[in-house]
């Protein structure tokens, strides 16, 4: 004999309230450094240890201060920190003083350079040619090409500001403050290197676009 199942409309919404989203199902990896450390390293609280080394950099519990000259975190290489042809984001919490920038650009977080064999992605302010302007720059370069994005907003003014560099399979999105300013279409391909993360600088050796300011919080989420 075969029974019926009568579910109530209060039985059908727990269960759809009970069910995975998609967001749910995907795995994230990569980084999120706090900062809130006020000495010893940079804590990866992802659960993916992709801890750093702080050089120079100020530490006071709940963000770091960067001189612009020395202080960078170099964070060691590792496969979760390599999107590969997976969307990721680049997140940040930064505040520079409102002076003119001394650079060409401040880097936040980068892994690798133009001329690194298998890619590379970058979250940087520019300079533009008042040099008391400095905007968000959003760049991956992968085996299908590079795509790259300038916010609009000037955010060398002495605020904080948060700023996201979103990369998909089909454009880059640059982001200040929640706000979407700019877009670019184009696929960057797969990304994935055997370079350091570095917060904070271009190179180490020698240093180089080195920040000068203060940053609450630095993350990349890959969603495998």
Sequence with gaps: MKRTVVLSATVIVVLLLAAPSYADVLL????DWQMNETSGQ???SSGNNNDGDPKDVGQRGSRYG????TSYVAVPDSDSLDPEESDITLSAGVKVTDKPMDD???DIVRKGLVTTSGGDYKMEIKRTANPAVGKLHCLF???GGTVDIEARQDIVDGNWHTLECIK???SV?????GKSVSTKAGSAGSISN??????GAKTAVPLDDMFDGKMDFVSIDIAR
């Design 28 to 31: 994230t990896t990569g980084a």
């Design 42 to 44: 940079m804590i990866d």
């Design 66 to 69: 960067f001189n612009g000259s």
């Design 104 to 106: 060409d650009s401040y």
């Design 141 to 143: 370069k992968g085996d």
């Design 168 to 170: 998909t399979s089909t």
């Design 173 to 177: 999105v640059a982001k200040v403050d």
């Design 194 to 199: 055997g370079s350091e993360v570095l917060v």
